[in-house]
């Protein structure tokens, strides 16, 4: 019994240090935010490096938004990751947007450079800004090719538009103030919403994202900002100027991009991830492809999972899904194992300090109330993204159970038992192993049972720093609006939460001692 | 000229941290062979008392030596397995089966195995339990009654000089109480263990004992044989206490 406790710490802590990937020389890392486009160009960025350099590349997509991906970058955690020049400038420059899209440019890429040795190369050739879009025939019948145009019409029209957007002063503010656009009413809609208004023309403009794929489907048109209002967000590869000095090769390879994708493709590409439920990998692919730049040509497209119902989907990405399975246990497992080598020992300390335990333990449940994500996020500018932090968060809430159980089954083990033992000449040692740790064995293995469940399914929230495990179909899927992926990320994962609560619940039984029935 | 006490209580006192006086100077010797019952009411004093004989409570004044040993001078893990000990509740160990409760304390002492089986089957039978039924069973899987002998022959298994009693009856039902006494006393003429007896039960007292002292408020009032207490009570509390006896 003991031995195989014992192994399995080994496997486990094994399986922690192996998880941790060491920063081999010959290896960048890729990382994304958790949207779609964001995760295509990562993925182009990917397989251009695949096919053209010696170098291994690793992905760390979804990660979740820019604070996570700028500090992942800052620390080394990540190399490289697809960044706009309007939210380097804004998020985290804290400047005011202004000016053309070339002065954006030079003043993220000299204020980048000289503060953090990164590197923007040159921008893709397309911006996702906030643009204003109209019906595509309204703007024939209208003649609207710009906002001017629609300024000329608008107290006619109906707009329909974001809360956010209306009530900013980049957003439809500043736009009556420098276009003098008025609309006749204005609706406030929730995104989601103002697709639909505007193909059922209950609406006649709109806020939009310039490479949107809904505005193919939706048949709208942006109308060209002629006045420069909406600061410009072009997109380009930023990267450490470090690994460019390891690897030029890496600037030189995504140079190829530089320029090659405009709006209009990338609204096609995002379409494609948006409402056709293609992988990434797949449409990244073909853009590439089309671009002349894949070397493979003629082969299919890979791995295409097209069930027609929730199982069909499982069975097709049983694959994936056992991998993940794996990566979900092992970060879970590790996280679980070093929180009971640091709890028990630290619940029986407790309880020979017994002036401590109760703020130590109020500390720990503090740490227990701090919602999970921010907790995950605040890993990052110490340990950066990816398995380690995760493994550290997962680590921080297993504690406060075990601890808990530890402290109070240790404490009210039989205590007149352990008042005859003492009588009788037992040492304090003899009666910690021989009385109070076999009595409290159910007590603790019940907080190691809660620990391990709030970490099997806290582990899902890893995929936001790129951990991995069953949180990336879920985040993935959340992202593409694609139920059957995240309920294939979320089916096993509840599932290996029952599984886990159900075995530890039989070692649970099986470590009561024996002679305790019935009382 | 009386044998050297066999334990010796000299101005013991015992005030805890927050003021509390829990034994106010109490003096009294324990001649070896005698059972001497320690009567109070709850608060008295007599279990802190007892527990300053086995180092279980470290007395802030006075001193107590058991042959003739300061008490204060002992390594209190080796004393305690050199004196026998029975709570109320019998105290034995949840999940261990009765014969390793017995052998509890010649365990400890480094007794060998076939030794420490002998000599739990033997005090088994001198409580009166047929240690073929009851050795391998569970604390949980015995009566009250039961409970307490195996408490009495964890207590004797080392054959220790000095025996504590901490209300070793209280818990009983009146029947098994009777049956218990009777036993103790069997034990007290076959075996002549110094034994130290606290209970509130003073009709228990007069049974049991060859002297009861009286406590109270943390001092003994008296300590006399029986007939001594019934027909010189020194002290008004304890004409009182006698008086409450014979109504």
Redesign the interface.
């Known amino acids: 019994m003991c031995k195989t406790a014992g192994l399995a710490l080994v496997w486990v802590l094994g399986w922690a240090i192996l998880a941790t990937p060491l920063a081999a020389a010959d290896r960048i890392v890729i990382g994304s935010k958790n949207f779609e486009e964001s995760r295509l160009l990562a993925e182009m960025f990917a397989q251009l490096l695949e096919e053209r350099t010696q170098l291994q590349v690793e992905r760390r997509l979804g990660l979740a938004g820019t604070q996570v991906c700028f500090e992942a970058l800052k620390n080394g955690a990540i190399d490289v990751y697809p960044e706009y020049t309007g939210t380097g400038l804004v998020s985290i420059l804290n400047e005011k947007a202004a000016g053309p899209p070339a002065q954006t440019l030079n003043r993220v890429r000299s204020e980048f450079l000289s503060r953090w040795n990164l590197w923007w190369l040159a921008p893709l050739g397309f911006e996702n800004s906030w643009e204003i879009a109209v019906p595509a025939e309204l703007a024939e019948r209208e003649h609207l090719e710009t906002i001017s145009d629609l300024a000329r019409v608008s107290k006619r029209l109906h707009g329909g538009f974001g809360h956010e957007f209306v009530g900013r002063e980049d957003g439809l503010l500043g736009l009556q103030k420098i276009y003098g656009l008025e609309f006749g009413s204005v609706d406030h809609l929730q995104q989601a919403l103002q697709y639909q208004a505007a193909k059922e023309r209950r609406i006649d403009a709109l806020d939009v994202y310039s490479t949107d794929g809904r505005l193919i489907l939706y048949n709208l048109k942006v109308l060209r900002d002629d006045r420069r209002f909406f600061p410009p967000y072009e997109a380009a590869a930023l990267v450490r100027g470090e690994t460019l000095k390891r690897h030029p090769e890496v600037g030189t390879v995504l140079g190829l991009l530089a320029g090659s994708l405009d709006e209009d493709t990338m609204r096609a590409l995002n379409l494609r991830l948006q409402e056709g439920h293609e992988s990434e990998a797949v449409v990244a692919r073909d853009a590439l492809r089309k671009l002349g730049l894949s070397k493979e040509n003629g082969r299919t497209a890979q791995r295409e999972i097209q069930g027609t119902g929730i199982l069909a989907y499982l069975w097709g990405a049983r694959r994936d899904l056992g991998r993940l399975t794996l990566q979900h246990l092992g970060l879970s497992a590790a996280a679980l194992a070093l929180g009971a080598l640091f709890a028990i020992p630290l619940g029986l300390w407790l309880e020979r300090q017994r002036r401590w335990a109760e703020t130590v333990i109020r500390i720990l449940g503090i740490f227990q109330t701090v919602p999970s994500l921010a907790l995950l996020a605040f890993m990052i500018p110490f340990l950066g993204v990816g398995t380690l932090p995760a493994i550290a968060a997962l680590w921080i809430y297993s504690l406060f159970p075990i601890v808990r159980n530890t402290y109070t089954g240790v404490r009210d083990a039989d205590p007149k038992a352990v008042e005859a033992a003492t009588a009788l000449g037992m040492t304090p040692g003899q009666i910690l192993r021989e009385i109070r740790l076999p009595l409290a064995a159910p007590v603790v293995m019940a907080g190691l049972r809660t620990a391990a469940v709030l970490t099997v399914g806290t582990a899902t929230l890893a995929a936001f720093i790129g951990a991995g495990g069953l949180g990336e179909p879920i985040v993935t899927g959340l992202q593409l609006a694609n139920t059957a992926m995240i309920l294939s990320g979320a089916i096993p994962a509840a599932l290996l939460a029952l599984l886990v609560d159900a075995g530890l619940g039989w070692v649970e039984r099986k470590l009561r001692p024996a002679g305790l029935e019935g009382r | 000229m009386p044998a050297d006490p066999l334990l010796e209580a000299a101005g013991v006192a015992k005030t805890y941290g927050d003021g509390t006086v829990a034994l106010g100077g109490v003096s009294l010797a324990v001649r070896p062979g005698e059972t001497v019952a320690l009567v109070g009411e709850s608060g008295s004093g007599k279990t802190t008392l007892l527990r300053t004989f086995?180092a279980?409570v470290k007395p802030s004044a006075g001193e107590v030596r058991v042959e003739g040993k300061p008490v204060s001078g002992l390594d209190p893990?080796?004393?305690?397995?050199?004196?026998?000990?029975v709570?109320q509740?019998?105290?034995?160990?949840?999940?261990?089966?009765i014969s390793k409760n017995v052998e509890?304390?010649p365990r400890?002492l480094g007794w060998e195995r076939s030794r420490r089986q002998a000599r739990s089957r033997e005090m088994l039978s001198l409580v009166g339990l047929d240690s073929s039924t009851h050795a391998n069973r569970?604390?949980?899987?015995l009566s009250g009654g039961q409970r307490q002998r195996v408490?009495f022959a964890?207590?004797l298994a080392a054959d220790p000089p000095l025996i504590?009693l901490d209300e070793p009856f209280g818990a009983l039902d009146a029947l098994t109480r009777l049956e218990l006494h009777r036993q103790f006393l069997d034990l007290k003429k076959s075996l002549g263990k110094t034994t130290v007896l606290v209970t509130h039960d003073l009709a228990e007292a007069f049974r049991l004992a060859d002297r009861i002292g009286v406590m109270r408020g943390g001092r003994l009032l008296q300590l006399g044989t029986p007939d001594e207490l019934a027909k010189s009570p020194a002290d008004p509390y304890v004409e009182a206490l006698l008086e409450m006896r014979r109504v």
Do not use: F, K, Q, T
């Open positions: 086995n279980m893990i080796a004393l305690r397995r050199r004196i026998g000990y709570p509740d019998g105290g034995l160990i949840p999940h261990w089966r509890l304390v400890l569970y604390p949980a899987e408490a964890r207590a504590l």
